[in-house]
């Protein structure tokens, strides 16, 4: 019963703005009609009244049993409960006299009464964004967009001077002596030295290994992520200065010069000298919320850059019907856009003419759309452009004078574009100061190693046949391709169409051309479904926010994205996964095919291995098969992968499929150590 009384003071945050509201609109409607065009409105009053007080006493007993945890200024909190107190009895009193005669007594109180209770709202608003924001957030100044530095770099203590508005930007507003969110304090050196009550807040000279690192690498999505999904997040700038800082020993009284700090961490500190760069956005005032809600409404995912509401990304990846309407209407706020995402959408030369009107834009990701170097007209006007992804685009040669006259351009990103390496060379003397990541490293005067063909065909399961299509990549280069496993070879089959296949299949392919290195082999796994399977039965239920429609998602035919958010997943966190198949009759089987999603940087490991066994009547079973899976090195993108175990063919009814977890992140990773995730989908028995 106390459970429930918790979940329920829960609420509280939700319900504390309906007398706020309601009491505001009572004050409106008084006032109002006190003249005679708008009298009609003074019956309306003292129901607005009765509301108000209803809504009032529901607010206060849920603010009363909400859990504190200890988490806030206890002098705050009690200033707030009793001005709330006091707040609804004056409502119900208030109500009392807009009903009494008003040429009596109580008539004569009712306006005056009615002043002092609108002065204890605001008084018990106050005293409640204290608690949420701090005590001094009415008077705190809003006008600072970031860290400013003044005088040598060298001479600036980088505790106070760096690391303490980074936390004040980000931190503090949950980790203050009034809001002590999870027991941690941040506002001085003694509360992060003693860290909170999940252990010391950082470890000096382990950065790696300090829980203020592994909570910011979290993924948004997890519960522990710092800070809150919601909140605006620590750039990639700050989260180096601030490991730089724990890695030299976390002090909070030396000065840069006295830590030595290495090239980039110096480049770094310079991007925040005091009047060094005009900001074009910093005369923009906050975007209004309900224009906000109207872009997201259209799929628009905005995600705010600052803590006013200024500046945002705009992301679009993965869309496939990006228009020219949805771009329009980002236009209503383009001054505000300062990141811009095109990855894996419909964007073409046409589409990206609209582009030009975000002239703020810092950062734009084109990679995987159809953009050409024609297309890239509207970078004239980007002049403080710092990064701009190209990856795996169709542009040439001829994109190097727009990509040239960028001035602010810092990162370029060419991999697997038409652009040659020649092409990247004139680039860079022009540009000395410009990372261009490219694949000039490899030698101007070596051959050249093809890109692996791609598969045009995106769907990898089928019930009867599936036609495969395969990217000849350019003219003269010649694709060969085995359907057997082996390893292709210039003795393989030659691919000149797309052909069919009707049973699942390993399609491995090979890209040579006379003067060029081979490709690397490139290899599908397509899945032919042959027995529809109704039965399936878990050891341990998938994590509750990964469950997508139960057992029965892993042989339903249809298949999760590339995308874990949008569904489709069976989530196992820090644990590995049996699922036992019942194939209703006893079947010839003689192979198993296990769909898997790695997303490294959502925590999402392929399975470090999978086992099969076999049984006849679901009690005695035997292994048939087995396959170990190397654990990712390094990041990389999202990808799904089908993983076939083939073994002698045998009689059986049940198939238990044992799929093994990595159970934490490997040591390279971000945050190493960590609970890691296997996402599975559609095993197919044939």
Known sequence: MLDQLFILGRF???????PIGILTLAFLLEIFSRRAKYAALKPAVPFALLFAGISALVTVFTGWIMPKNGQFDESLLNLHFWFGVALTFGIFILYRLSRADAAGLSGKLYWP???LNMLLLMATGHFGGSLTHGSNYLFESNSEEGVLLEGKIEDIKLYEQVIVPVFKMKCTSCHNPEKLKGELLLTTKEGILKGGKTGAFLLPGDAAHSLVMERIALPKMEKEHMPP????????????????WIDEGADFEKTVGAMNPPPEIMDLLKKYKTGSTPSPTANLKPVDEKLLKTMRSKGILLNPQDENGILFEANLAYDSHVTRE???????????IVKLNFL?????????????SFKNLQKLDLQHTDITSKGLTFLKKMNYLESLNLYATKIDDEAVPYLAALPALKHLYLWQSGISSEAVLTLQVKK????????????LFSDAQLKAPAFITKQDLFKDSLSIEIDTLFKGVVVYYTLDGAEPDTNALVYKAPFKIYKTTRVKTLAHKAGWQESEVAEKVFVGAKYEITKVQLSTPPNESYQANGALSLVDFVK??????????????GEHLTATLDLGASKRVSSVTVGALEDVGSYIFYPQGIEIFTSGDGQSFKKVSDKTIPIAKEAHPSEINNFLLEFDEIETRFVKVFVKSNLVNPPWHPAPGANCWIFIDEIVVN
């Open 432 to 443: 000395p100061q410009l990372s261009i990541y490219h694949t000039i490293d490899k030698g």
């Open 229 to 244: 999904k919601g909140k605006v997040q620590l750039n990639n700038e700050e989260i180096m200065l601030l490991k730089w």
């Open 344 to 356: 894996s959408t419909n964007l073409d030369d046409e589409l990206a003419r609209e582009i030009r």
């Open 560 to 573: 999760g994205g590339e995308r874990f958010a949008e569904g489709g997943w069976l989530g196992y966190q």
């Open 326 to 336: 949805k771009i329009n209407a980002l236009k209503k706020i383009s001054a505000h």
């Open 12 to 18: 509280h945050p939700l319900l504390v703005h309906l």
């Open 113 to 115: 009464f009615f002043i």
